[in-house]
């Protein structure tokens, strides 16, 4: 059994609000409508790129930095700072590959900001594994977004299409993780609100 975490512990987790589903629901519809566009999208430009890949990056950062408190992070402890870290340069990352739209800007920013919050997640999901009811989902996801931000480099010769899909085929993998997880996590919320 692990000991109760106290104040001073770096990795001390309150408790899951119930309605955590609602953030991990909205990351994974983010994904997988990004990943649709860029499966149906046949020759897109640089610029259409950068803002397709751009918008997925910022909404994604906005998305993980309101729902720390959701998660069960307290935002002044490290992990909480480790995932905050993360969103803000998942965000900046964003708006970057938004207004400056080419592959070289894509590729290096997009891998940087994705490879990141996947560290980011990784770390989170080995510190509270089996204490969090994210960490197995965590450590997936940051499996999946380090997978993608190493192989978005190796495309940035080969134009948009390829960027977008190595980029939306990460987000379709992690999309369909967050949306499972989601709907075990709605559905373990409303059981708890159903017993008498």
């Not at 512990?9 to 994974?28: E, F, I, K, S």
């Not at 998942?90 to 900001?113: H, I, P, W």
């Not at 495309?155 to 899909?165: C, N, P, W």
Request: proline share 5%; charged share 10%; hydrophobic share 60%.
């Amino acid at each position: 059994m692990t000991p109760p975490a106290t104040p001073s512990d770096p990795a001390a987790l309150t408790a899951p609000a119930a309605d955590l589903w609602q953030p991990v629901l909205t990351r994974a519809v983010i994904a997988l409508v990004f990943g649709a566009v860029t499966v149906f999208w046949a020759s897109p430009s640089a610029s259409e790129m950068g803002w397709a890949g751009g918008l997925y990056l910022l909404a994604t950062g906005v998305i993980l930095i309101r729902g720390i408190g959701k998660f069960g992070l307290a935002a002044k402890q490290p992990a909480g700072k480790v995932m905050a870290a993360a969103g803000a340069v998942l965000t900046g990352a964003g708006v970057a590959v938004a207004f400056l739209g080419s592959e070289l800007v894509f590729g290096v920013l997009a891998a940087l900001g994705v490879g990141l919050l996947g560290a980011a997640e990784l770390y989170l999901g080995v510190l509270y594994r089996g204490r969090s009811v994210l960490a197995r989902d965590w450590l997936a996801s940051g499996v999946i977004g380090l997978g993608t931000a190493v192989a978005l480099p190796f495309f940035i010769s080969l134009g948009a299409h390829a960027l977008l899909g190595v980029a939306g085929g990460g987000a379709i993998i992690s999309g369909v993780l967050w949306i499972l997880a989601a709907l075990t996590l709605r559905h373990d919320a409303r059981s708890v609100s159903v017993r008498p």
